[in-house]
Each structure stands twice: as C-alpha cells, then as structure tokens.
C-alpha cells in the first residue's frame, strides 16, 4: 500500500489535517511556549513535505457520538488525563491555524468526510491507521513523515476487517479470538457481500438478536462518517458547513 513519492506538484492538493495527534506528541512539553513552538514546527514541516500552502485543519473537542453507541468507547484510555496545557494548544490551533471542530464527530469524521465530499486534490494527514487505510487516496503520515496510496478497494477490506476484528485500541470488542491475520484470511478472496458475510460470523458466534445487535454497534464504532446520508443516520438532520481553505506561506524549516 505505500509508495514513495519524490516531490508533489506545488499546490496541486489541500491538506486535510486530523489535528488530534499533533496535540498528544506536544503536551508533555517543560513549557507551553516550547509546546506551541512544536506544534508550529510540525505544521510547517507537514505543509512543506507535501509541497502545499493549502489546508484545512480539525480537531476533536468534547464526546463524540460514538459514545452514545457504546459507552465503553475508549474506556480502556480511563485514568490517562491531559496536562493542563491541553486546552491553550487547541486554542492556539483554532485561533491562530483557524482549526475548526464539529460537536459529537471526531476529527478522523472530518477528515475522511471532507477528502470524500470535495473536488479539490486532498491529501490526508494522519497518523492512525483507521484513517489512512479506510479512507481512498493519497495520505500524508506526519509521525513517519511517510506518503501512501488507498485504493477503494483497499480502503473496502479494511473496513470490514475492523468490523470483523474490533479496535482494541478504542475498545471496540469485535469477533472473539478473531486478531487481524484471521479477519484477513476470511477476506482475502472475497470482492463483493462483506456485509453479508461478515455479520453472518457475528449470528454464527453470538446468535441471531446478540448477533445482529454487535455487527451493526461495531460497524458503527469503526466506520468513518463520509457522507451526507451517514450523517442522517447518525444524527438526522445536520448541517456540515462547506469546506473552508486555508492558506499559509509556511517559512522554511531552516528559517526557524
């Protein structure tokens, strides 16, 4: 799935930035000044590498409605609080980066929403996997500073391979004694019916009311929000505003 690239046209894509992580690597910092100093260096590294002054960038602030779906959402993370820095970092990207966040989706929603629901060449910008494989197109991996491609169908199988599996770094249960070299193999020949088959597994091992009831709260638990109809389902109806670019002339890195 990954491919190297050696330089992108300039300006020839937007990045959508999924802002969460950027947070996490910064907070631990001695100083808040040193923390906003990081953050500011990340960001121009990752607009430089992708050769782009374009960007839109999002945040996750509050619960987001996955909770409501499972309230064990991440409950293995319990106990793990946040410096008190946390909120002045948010605050510096939305003030001075102009992030924006949505109330109840995660900032993962946004980006793999927006990268679905534009005509502009994207580039995502992400460290966690859920985002980069299960979403199509070109992506930017700002921990590994590593480019890669999803195809559709890539992005299909690993889907349902989470369904089948869980997220065990979220909390999300899956199929019992089912890791992701299983889920893999179940799926390796198959191109068409996922769902189909895939929640035949859940009535096989939970019955058909449990069964059916697991699939779809882990379906829900893993799957990104890309479309207008996926935000109906969610929430009813709701207004997503259009997709505000930013642009920036980034200084260069030796600049700092």
């Not at 631990?28 to 607009?47: F, N, S, Y």
């Not at 619960?63 to 909120?87: A, L, T």
Request: proline content about 4%; aromatic content about 12%; some cysteine.
């Amino acid at each position: 799935m990954s491919s190297t690239i050696e330089r992108l046209p300039r300006d020839g894509s937007v990045c959508l930035i999924d802002g969460d992580s950027l947070l996490y690597y910064e907070m631990d910092k001695p100083t808040l000044e040193e923390a906003i100093e990081g953050l500011d260096q990340r960001l121009v590294h990752m607009l430089n590498s992708c050769n782009t002054s374009l960007y839109a960038g999002f945040l996750t602030k509050g619960k987001c409605f996955r909770y409501n779906v499972d309230e064990e959402y991440k409950g293995n993370r319990k106990g793990k609080g946040r410096p008190i820095i946390f909120p002045a970092l948010q605050a510096h990207l939305i003030q001075n980066w102009g992030f924006t966040f949505i109330p109840e989706l995660e900032a993962d929603d946004m980006v793999a929403y927006y990268a679905f629901n534009t005509t502009r060449k994207t580039i995502i910008c992400s460290p966690d996997k859920d985002v980069l494989q299960q979403c199509a197109g070109m992506h930017y991996n700002y921990r590994t500073a590593e480019f890669t491609h999803t195809s559709p169908d890539e992005a299909l199988k690993f889907l349902w391979t989470q369904v089948l599996m869980g997220d065990s770094t979220d909390n999300i249960k899956g199929l019992k004694g089912v890791g992701i070299k299983t889920a893999e193999n179940w799926l390796s020949g198959r191109t068409k019916d996922f769902e189909g088959f895939a929640m035949r597994k859940y009535v096989e091992q939970f019955g058909m009311v449990e069964g059916i009831h697991k699939f779809y709260q882990t379906f829900r638990l893993v799957y990104l929000l890309k479309t207008k109809e996926d935000l109906v389902r969610e929430f009813g109806e709701v207004i997503i505003p259009e997709l505000e670019i930013r642009t920036i002339d980034p200084p260069k890195e030796d600049e700092w």
